[in-house]
């Protein structure tokens, strides 16, 4: 396809910047959309006006950051909001400055959940970019990294960085100062028809691996969105980093989603099992004996049943904001209340700039210079300071959802299919999420971010069809966390070898002894952090039971320990949101896994 450099030289488009767009198709300007797009912008409108029916509008009652947001983000008179959105924010840019003493009201309905405008969605979506030149774009902001071709650094491939992501000071110019690091990405070949997993490696030439950290991400995202946690992460000698696209999600290949079993249990297993076959698959193709999991959302759910299903491969489990640890949703429960709005809910409306400041919903350590701080447990393994049960304030009882929504959840309509049967009108659903996703971040970075998350959103249909059997309306699991969390680090380990198995009839099965657990909560997250404190606590009574009854060899090895971490000014998305804080605590769990790793070498 040729490459085409896009000027705008229209003063009053408000639209993304120039940039190299790869298109096999003639460029569009939002002025003159053409009458074959009209029939589809028509019905597209009554989509969005029958979609923004069933939404009540903003609440003009929320924090001062988000009405600010809010509010900035529908009028062209205050530009606040735009250079943090990176997104055109009104779709009428033209219309006179209003006087600083009369500021326009915030938009309501539809305008207000989908602030980028007809003409530039028909335009974003005619001229949208493949989704690995989106994915390239966002790794094309981390500094210091360079690509490797065919196993060789490409000098021509430094990676260029916006000052706003590379440390005060930095030249992008500059050697990389913690080492020479390079990443590659790749479609790993896994059995079966159209199965891959698309993966991004990033590794320090001319040192031996001594740690593997793999990363995954949330429902519907993509490994791109952990695009500010490569480069900090890696500065630990010795360290390889994996960041992979679940199956069927991503850039990761898109197989056709289904499930063969009859019963309940059976589904559930079915649709997990799609998920961390493929992950266990992937292990073997890139020979990874051990190694750190981190997961997200539902990456973390993903990661507890992968720990169970497979052991022995899991130094440490890292489960960042996880869904799917409550038993009931409907539930009172003072030890582990229940979140008083629909996770779904605030997924789609939670403004991230008012969750990336200081609130009041989870105590929060006391942050110091050094990093987070810590405090030793009872186990005798260094702890984060944590609130206990009792100072986590129980939620309301959760309200039934509409049934509307039941029903579409149940037949398993899923969110993105709006997306792609949307048309030219896609890029504006998808901006009703990104822009308050990413309006915390600077111009460029959300604008990159929101482009990333069209291209993946409009493919074809796939790993998104599990939802439904995995979570139940309202996002709370069909098989929760809680009731199996202890099952962690204490399964029977595969049996030796066949050509081994004489020497070993008489032995006792090897078990696990334990393994570190960390669980990481946003301070303004709407998982409920009471739902990693009861899993804390059902932790902690599966060590001392299993130090009960064990050997002396058991005793010596076991390594079972737990930790809940609160990351401030952050939601959900902690790791975008409080990145900083973030790479801290991952770069802490790392030195530590790896000091306990020389440890355990010394005396076997």
Not at 411 to 416: D, E, G, H, K, Q
């Amino acid at each position: 396809m040729p490459v085409m450099l896009v000027r705008r030289a229209d003063a009053s488009y408000k639209g993304p910047p120039a940039r190299l767009i790869q298109s096999g198709r003639p460029m569009l300007r939002p002025q003159a959309i053409p009458a074959v797009l009209q029939l589809q912008l028509q019905r597209s409108r009554i989509v969005l006006s029958a979609l923004a029916a069933s939404v009540p509008t903003l609440s003009t009652s929320t924090s001062s950051s988000s009405s600010s947001s809010t509010s900035t983000s529908s009028t062209s008179s205050t530009s606040s909001a735009s250079p943090q959105s990176g997104l055109d924010m009104s779709s009428n840019a033209d219309a006179p400055t209003q006087p600083k003493t009369q500021p326009k009201p915030a938009r309501q309905g539809p305008l207000a959940y989908f602030p980028l405008g007809y003409k530039d969605a028909a335009y974003q979506w005619w001229n949208s970019v493949t989704p690995q030149m989106a994915e390239r774009a966002v790794l094309s902001m981390v500094p210091y990294l360079k690509e490797t071709v065919h196993g060789l650094a490409a000098p021509s491939a430094a990676r260029t960085t916006t000052p706003a992501t590379l440390p005060q000071g930095t030249n992008q110019s500059e050697p990389d100062p913690f080492g020479t690091r390079t990443w590659r990405q790749s479609l790993v070949q896994l059995s079966g028809k159209d199965r891959a997993l698309n993966e991004v490696c990033i590794e320090r030439q001319g040192e031996e691996v001594e740690e593997t950290l793999v990363m995954v991400h949330g429902y519907g995202a993509g490994l791109g969105f952990f695009f500010k946690n490569f480069e900090p992460i890696t500065r630990i000698p010795g360290l390889r980093l994996y960041a992979l696209d679940m199956l069927g999600m991503g850039n990761s290949s898109r197989p056709a989603f289904r499930i063969h079993a009859r019963g309940r249990d059976e589904k559930v297993d079915e649709a997990e099992s799609w998920f961390i076959d493929a992950l266990e698959e992937w292990r073997k193709a890139r020979r990874i004996e051990r190694f750190t999991l981190l997961g997200h959302s539902l990456g973390g759910y993903l990661a507890v049943s992968y720990a169970i299903k497979y052991p022995g491969h899991l130094k440490k489990l890292i489960l960042a904001s996880p869904v799917g640890i409550p038993e009931d949703p409907y539930a009172v429960n003072s030890s582990l209340p229940e979140p008083g709005e629909s996770t779904v809910q605030n997924e789609f409306t939670q403004d991230q700039q008012t969750a990336t400041t200081t609130g009041l919903k989870h105590p929060v350590p006391v942050p110091v210079k050094n990093g987070p701080q810590h405090a030793t447990g009872a186990d005798g393994q260094e702890k984060q300071q944590q609130p206990s049960p009792a100072q986590t304030p129980p939620s309301a009882p959760k309200r039934p959802l509409p049934g509307w929504l039941v029903w579409l959840w149940d037949a398993n309509v899923s969110p993105f299919s709006i997306v792609r049967y949307a048309g030219p009108l896609g890029p504006r659903f998808v901006s009703g999420w990104s822009s308050r996703r990413f309006n915390h971040l600077p111009a460029d970075e959300a604008e990159a971010l929101h482009e990333y998350s069209f291209s993946i959103f409009k493919q074809k249909g796939s790993g998104e069809y599990a939802l439904s059997y995995i979570l139940a309306p309202g996002a709370y699991a069909r098989r929760p966390v809680i009731n199996r969390i202890h099952l962690v680090g204490r399964q029977p380990l595969p049996q030796p070898s066949p050509s081994t198995a004489i020497a070993t009839t008489t032995a006792a099965p090897r078990k696990e002894t334990g393994i570190p657990i960390v669980f990481m909560y946003g301070e303004n997250d709407w998982m409920d952090v009471a739902g990693g404190l009861a899993a804390e606590q059902k932790l902690q009574e599966a060590r001392t039971q299993a130090l009960l009854h064990a050997s002396d060899e058991e005793s010596r090895n076991e390594n079972g320990a737990v930790r809940v971490i609160i990351v401030p000014k952050a939601g959900h998305h902690l790791y975008l949101d409080n990145a900083d804080y973030f790479n801290e605590v991952l770069r802490k769990e790392m030195e530590e896994t790896k000091a306990e790793g020389k440890r355990h070498d010394k005396n076997p």
